[in-house]
């Protein structure tokens, strides 16, 4: 368990350094505008930030600040800071993140069990997998819109001003998961539902309802948890269409913008945060996994 | 039944957003990076800066330059020295607004510890420059009396009125900013001197507006703002009246006007300009010849037609400002065209044009190799880069041809005009012609308007006439939707909503 954290703490600082140094590698800076500035204004601006000091410095400094856990100053949003930024926009990401996370497990398991091991269902709920699959979010996410909003009026488009407002975002973040948790339990279904331990079982005399609820629940499920710590790491930290489109106060919008705006500590601070979740969850997975079943154990 | 239940709740919810006359609703496209004068930057912060503040003065809906906090001004010394008289007026929590307040905000702006991307709108003040470098302490700009404001510049400026209706200008309250920096102006502690104050802040999701009753002439009003930026969840959202206008870009107007907002679309000339840039130092536009026979060879109406608004430029100033003179430029005409090409002797093969992508920039950059191919019989090359990698680019080495694009701060023409003096940091043809910076220095203290005209005409004719280093392309509209019960909304030239004005009938 240790050895995991410290090489997780070995990927960050990776990560850290690479990032930091791509960003200032790619053309045009956090100030280019239409309007350029001239370069008395740009000295004051580049003094204020530290911009103008020797990359390896700036690093330092960096690294330094992150210890104290200050990611530093926005340069776009220049009376934030990337705490501040995060703070206010993760638990908007996370709030309708955690309920697509959930609505596609449950949604994802139960059709895929459908799938799998229901007779008549299977076909169609692997040809409804196949249709959520083949169309990007951003289309899902404008066809709900026109057709449960623009038409009908029963949702509002956009915005998050009471509960019915989190419908739509929370369909569209689920649609792509859902199939993808369906499409795997399907498939480790079928596979179980062909070894002998099934006919053994029913010849103990156990009900069908504890053979599907107990014994196959469960080794279906160990490869959909190590399956969904990416996931689950992906829908806290929000989505940027989902965000634009149903114009949600989150987090992902960040992860696009912030590098167009050249950002650099927004990058930084976002790259960093996306990468200790999916090093958190990973380790959490895995000691889940641990847990079930006994043959990670080694 | 407890699902149904649960769906027949959320229908009821969603059904009942009722919504009050004395309430506008609208939306902006992002969120404003910072509502602090001496850091904002962009249109949106502008916006509303420019409802919960106000300068020395301001604008009507004619972008005429009319008395803000000032009441009136003297021109002193030939336009080098100003002397602003302050109205009576309050900040919003009560306390008045002195002359000290601006020259607190001004000195602030040019702080080098502040860090202010606008410190250089002011350079024109006296010392402004020296100030903003740290090598000076005091700038032109003092307190005669606690109502009087004098301000010395470094040079005579016949249009500094219309500068100081610009946010970065505005007064600043000393208290407000040691106690919380550049958040003073933020609920529930700002104050403010415009006629609306900051209500509510819900950050990167709305803003609320509300009438400011310390304002000279106060109005009970409410405006709620949303930040959308998707342009179909606005208009879902404009059509299920959530919202009572929104913006729309250009290339959008021809799909929705065939539609069903028929006599809600609005379009507004806006003081911005796209342009083609030469590298007048770079084969084969080193040749005003070329130059010329390029910018004849476009006919700016098929853009139009394509980008479905805009005006037509063939002069660089744009209409509705001072010194806009159309019969100024070179007209379409490919045949002149193919003969000034003959003339320069060159053999031309190919060429790229140079953009950032945008719907838009796109649309542009086809029609014209389109142009460029069918009355030239030269093959265009597109390349299209990310936007801050394309600024830097045209920055520090300038392509033979690019696309840009310029808009005014202020209605004034030396705006658009300077930006192509030799000394400019924002002209990227490389260009520089002494007779036409020694006109726009004229014309910057010229008081007499006829002479200005002049003066004006003449260097426009040096820029798309003579030398060439740009092809002017077109003046943008600025495009709403807007709700009936909606009247007098003019987001004005500068496209900056006063909601001051703005009424709501219904």
Avoid at chain 2, 181 to 193: D, F, I, K, N
Wanted: proline share 6%; charged share 20%.
């Amino acid at each position: 368990m240790l050895k995991k954290i410290f090489a997780g703490l070995i990927t960050l600082w990776i990560v850290l350094t690479l990032t930091f140094f791509i960003l200032r590698w790619i053309p045009g800076g956090p100030f280019d505008e239409e309007k350029a500035l001239p370069p008395e204004v740009k000295e004051n601006i580049s003094t204020l930030y530290g911009l103008n000091l020797p990359l390896h410095v700036q690093y330092i400094k960096y690294i330094k600040s992150l210890l104290k856990g200050d990611l530093g100053p926005s340069l776009k949003f220049r009376d934030l800071r990337v705490n501040n930024i995060i703070s206010q926009a993760l638990p908007v990401s996370a709030r309708i993140g955690i309920l697509a996370f959930f609505l596609s497990l449950f949604l994802g398991i139960s059709l895929g069990l459908m799938e799998g091991t229901g007779k008549n269902f299977s076909r169609p709920v692997s040809a409804f997998f196949s249709i959520l699959i083949s169309f990007p979010s951003f289309g899902w996410a404008s066809l709900l819109l026109f057709f449960f909003s623009y038409k009908t009026g029963i949702f509002p488009p956009a915005l998050l001003e009471t509960l019915s407002h989190y419908f739509l975002p929370v369909i569209t973040l689920s649609i792509i998961p859902t199939a993808h948790i369906g499409m795997l339990v399907g498939t480790r279904a079928r596979e179980e539902k062909e070894k002998g331990y099934f006919t053994f079982h029913r010849s103990l005399g156990f009900s069908e309802a504890k053979i599907y609820g107990k014994f196959l629940l469960k080794n279906v499920l160990s490869p959909v948890l190590s399956s969904i710590g990416p996931l689950f790491a992906y829908l806290i930290t929000g989505s940027f269409i989902v965000e634009k489109i149903f114009a949600i106060p989150g987090l992902g919008k960040f992860f696009v913008t912030s590098v167009i705006d050249r950002d650099y500590t927004t990058v930084m601070g976002l790259t960093l945060l996306f990468c200790s979740i999916l090093i958190v969850v990973n380790i959490m997975t895995e000691w889940l996994l641990r847990i079930i079943d006994p043959r990670e154990r080694k | 039944m407890r699902i149904r239940e649960f769906f027949l709740i959320l229908f009821i919810i969603s059904c009942s957003s009722e919504k009050s006359k004395d309430q506008i609703y609208g939306i902006i496209s992002s969120e404003p990076p910072s509502l602090d004068p001496a850091l904002a930057t962009d249109s949106v912060s502008y916006l509303i800066l420019n409802n919960i503040m106000e300068g020395l003065t301001k604008f009507d809906e004619n972008m005429n330059v009319v008395p803000g906090l000032a009441e009136r001004w003297e021109i002193l010394d030939g336009g080098r020295k100003f002397v602003f008289h302050l109205r009576e007026a309050k900040w919003s929590d009560g306390k008045e607004i002195t002359a000290d307040d601006f020259i607190y905000g001004w000195k602030r702006l040019l702080n080098p510890k502040t860090g202010a991307e606008y410190g250089y709108f002011l350079y024109p003040v006296k010392g402004a420059m020296d100030f903003n470098t740290g090598r000076i302490k005091e700038i032109g700009i003092q307190a005669i009396d606690k109502k009087t404001i004098l301000v010395e510049l470094e040079e005579p400026i016949v249009f500094f009125p219309a500068m100081v209706a610009f946010m970065s200008t505005y007064p600043q309250r000393k208290d407000l900013v040691e106690k919380y920096g550049e958040r003073w102006l933020y609920p529930p502690h700002g104050a403010y001197c415009g006629p609306f104050i900051l209500k509510r802040w819900k950050r990167d999701y709305s803003i609320e507006l509300e009438g400011n009753p310390f304002y000279y002439r106060p109005v009970s009003k409410k405006v709620k703002l949303f930040v959308v930026s998707d342009v179909s969840s606005a208009i879902s959202l404009y059509k299920k009246n959530f919202i009572d206008y929104m913006g729309i870009p250009s290339f959008l107007l021809s799909h929705i006007k065939k539609g069903e907002f028929e006599g809600e679309i609005f379009s507004f000339p806006a003081f911005r300009g796209s342009y083609i840039g030469f590298n007048t130092k770079k084969e084969p536009f080193d040749s005003p010849l070329i130059r010329k026979a390029f910018a004849m060879a476009i006919d700016k109406n098929e853009i139009i037609k394509v980008i479905g608004t805009g005006i037509p430029a063939n002069s660089w100033i744009p209409p509705g400002m001072f010194g806009h003179n159309p019969s100024i430029g070179l007209e379409f005409d490919p045949e002149k065209a193919k003969e000034l090409l003959k003339e320069s002797g060159k053999e031309i093969k190919e060429i790229s044009l140079y953009y950032n992508y945008t719907p838009e920039n796109h649309l542009i950059a086809q029609n014209i190799q389109e142009q460029w191919m069918r009355n030239l019989g030269i093959k265009v090359k597109l390349e299209t880069m990310e936007w801050k990698a394309f600024l830097q680019m045209v920055k520090l080495s300038p392509p033979p041809a690019y696309r840009l694009g310029w808009a005014a701060d202020y209605p004034d023409p030396d705006n658009f005009m300077t930006l192509f003096t030799s000394t400019s940091g924002n002209n990227h043809t490389e260009w520089k012609n002494e007779r036409y910076d020694r006109l726009i220095e004229l014309a910057r203290s010229e008081p007499n308007l006829s002479r200005r005209l002049k003066l004006y005409n003449e260097a426009q004719k040096i820029l798309v006439e003579e030398d060439v280093p740009i092809i002017p392309l077109f003046f943008n509209t600025n495009n709403y939707l807007v709700h009936p019960c909606i009247k007098n909304f003019n987001p004005g030239a500068l496209d900056i909503i006063s909601f001051y004005s703005v009424e709501k009938e219904c």
